[in-house]
């Protein structure tokens, strides 16, 4: 168990954590020197069953409430210090807050200093302690009078300490290993070293870990050794405090308080996240696009409060809202956050992550609010069955499981259950509901009868145009996978480039069919850059529209195709083309246009502009796709076109 100490300066904690330990926690030269804590101090004890007790003890002045902040999200339980003499004070009110706003509800009080006053004093100082923890979560815990320097009270403190505990139990260390770096530092003979507490998951030495956000993908780093609450081990999991040895490309300097050490998995920083809050009943009024400090983790983040559900927040009510970073960080579904205001003097608000992937689009439309009231329960299985009703298009569950914190077996268990049709496209995992995925089926195949129905000389339609047909936003993968299926269960065909229902049969007339014979040995002579229609009409004497007609309607039937405007290509020809691309990719990764414009020069093709015009045409019916100036084959599928199976 961790505890974090609470309390307004000057009242003891620092005195009383080392009377329970044996530790002074002020490791700052300054800190002794001035006899306040101003930064974040660690102490461990051991108990009886042999495991450790962890104390953080925290600043108490109001001016150091970000380095508070940096150790309370992190703790288990609260050890709110008030002095007998003084009483409750300002931070001994706000600290109190926080713990609420931060959902810590186990905890005691310890009243210092019982030695400098007589018992009148503090049985006042009981009665105000009770007063100000009524309508907290702490309303039940319990007050230790205590005098640190003399031991008085100090071994019924511990015993209750370590009753709580034997009672708090294990950890769940499900999830994916996350620790929230609060201290980097270098050691002889060892390097760097960060500190934290996990928050979830597990770690060993030898495994690797990101340290995100930083850079563009974070520093790789590998755990030599690790200390788990203060003692050296092999493992240490999530509610532990954790000082990792790390190697790594990076130094003590690339690593600051507010960074997170996770598994590979976990590292995906965003600058946005929405969640709910609650405002204090203490506090004022928060309005729509507030500027705010955001504690989260160990992290201080400047940002913005957009509210979804209302335009303002009164006193002790709530709210669903977006919260808007100036910089990256990292987060899950369920961790907590203070807001505190642009100056950092007081308290806004407090809340809970619970969607760090949300849509640009339609933040505040009823299904988004009723989604994110969802996601309030602590049920992913119940937010995923909703979710798979609002998206059609499915659901990216590689970022739901992100979201969630789930492990690959754990997410694996909950798609099933869930019934879900997985689509997996590399690292790329979308989910469908079954009666989703037998929609889009439908969808598509109603899609192919109409545009029979309204071209009946077309052969087909090509398969980017039928996945927007079907449903625009639909991913290419999942299109491919639907297709897939389709074609196997013998429900839809494919020739060449096109779709179309196995029952559908484009015709050419026989009088275009005789034109068509007398023309296409002009496009059979050059079939990697053939005469465009305005050069079939000068050679061949046919008037220029009537090749231009004739061309359209047999390309209809997947005989030729409009690679550029009046630019037609044979079927076979294009089929050539797409396994000149094919092996292009193979032998250099990418597909530029000067390599295509080579590779089939001697077999008359045309410059660089033909061959960019017939990779454009490649993109555009979704065989390639465009990355900068080279071109990429989009999927495994794109061999049938090849082969016009």
């Known amino acids: 168990m961790i505890v974090g100490t609470a309390g307004h300066i000057d009242h003891g904690k620092t005195t009383l954590v080392k009377a329970l330990t044996g530790v002074d926690a002020d490791r700052l030269p300054e800190e002794k020197a001035r006899g306040i804590t101003l930064d974040l101090g660690y102490a461990y004890t051991p108990l009886a069953d042999g495991s450790v007790l962890g104390f953080i003890d925290v600043p108490g002045h109001e001016k150091l409430i970000h380095n508070m902040l ?13 002095a007998a003499d003084d009483g409750p004070m300002p931070q001994t009110r706000e600290h109190l807050e926080l713990l609420g706003l931060l959902g810590l509800d186990r905890g005691a009080v310890a009243l210092t200093k019982c030695d400098a006053v007589d018992a009148a004093r503090i049985a006042a100082a009981r ?129 600051a308080r507010g960074m997170w050490l996770v598994d590979p998995s976990a590292a995906q920083p965003m600058s946005r996240f929405q969640a709910e809050l609650r405002v204090p009943a203490s506090q004022n009024v928060l309005k729509h696009w507030t500027a705010v400090h955001v504690h989260l983790g160990a992290a201080d983040i400047l940002g913005r409060v957009a509210l979804l559900d209302c335009t303002e927040v009164a006193p002790g009510g709530t709210a669903l809202a977006e919260i808007i970073l100036e910089r990256e960080t990292l987060a899950v579904r369920g961790d907590r956050f203070i807001l505190r205001d642009a100056g950092a003097q007081r308290t806004v608000a407090g809340g809970r992550v619970l ?39 499915g659901i990216d569950l590689t970022r739901f499981a992100a979201n969630w914190n789930l492990a690959a077996a754990a997410a694996d268990t909950l798609w099933r259950k869930a019934g879900l049709r997985v689509v ?66 013998g429900r839809l065909a494919q020739a060449r480039a096109w779709l179309h229902l196995p029952e559908h049969q484009a015709s050419v007339s026989a009088a275009d069919r005789d034109l068509f014979a007398v023309l296409k040995p002009l496009l059979d002579a050059a079939p990697y850059n053939p005469p465009r229609v305005r050069d079939v009409f000068r050679v061949s004497g046919t ?75 490649f993109d555009r019916i979704g065989y390639t796709r465009r990355v900068r100036d080279e071109h990429v084959l989009r999927a495994a599928s794109a061999q049938q076109w090849i082969t016009g199976n």
């Open 355 to 393: 969607d760090t992937f949300p849509p640009t689009r339609h933040k505040r439309s009823p299904a988004r609010l009723e989604l994110l009231a969802a996601m309030r329960e602590d049920d992913p299985a119940a937010t995923l069955a909703l979710l798979a009703a609002q998206a059609p298009a």
């Open 424 to 489: 997996t496209i590399g690292d790329e995992r979308i989910g469908f509901a079954a009666t989703a995925w037998q929609a889009l089926a439908e969808k598509l195949l109603l899609a192919l009868a109409e545009d029979h129905r309204r071209a009946p000389d077309m052969a087909g339609v090509e398969r980017e145009r039928l996945r927007r047909m079907t449903l625009a936003n639909l991913s290419r993968g999942a299109f491919d996978a639907l297709v897939g299926e389709l074609l196997s269960a």
């Open 70 to 82: 940096a150790g309370a999200t992190g703790i288990d339980f609260a050890l709110l210090v008030v």
């Open 543 to 617: 008037a220029e529209e009537t090749v231009r007609q004739l061309f359209r309607r047999v390309a209809r039937s997947g005989e030729l195709y409009p690679v550029a405007q009046d630019h037609y290509f044979t079927a076979a020809a294009v089929a050539e083309l797409a396994a000149i691309v094919s092996r292009l990719q193979a032998a250099h990764g990418t597909v530029r246009a000067a390599a295509l414009r080579d590779a089939i020069y001697d077999g008359g093709g045309g410059g660089r502009k033909v061959a960019i015009q017939i990779l454009e045409f």
């Open 127 to 255: 009665g105000e302690v009770a007063a100000l923890l009524a309508d907290s979560p702490l309303a039940a815990c319990p007050v230790f009078e205590v005098a640190a320097p003399s031991g008085v009270g100090i071994p019924a403190l511990r015993t209750h300490l370590e009753a709580a505990a034997a009672g708090l139990g294990p950890r769940c260390a499900d999830g994916r290993f996350r620790l929230a770096i609060d201290r980097c530092f270098t050691l002889s003979g060892i390097g760097t070293v960060v500190t934290g507490t996990a928050f979830s998951g597990r770690v060993g030495a030898g495994d690797t870990a990101i340290i995100a956000p930083a850079g563009s993908s974070g520093f790789k780093a590998r755990v030599k050794s690790l200390h788990v609450q203060d003692r050296p081990a092999e493992s240490g999991h999530a509610g532990e405090r954790c000082a990792l040895a790390l190697a790594g490309d990076f130094e003590k300097k690339d690593v």
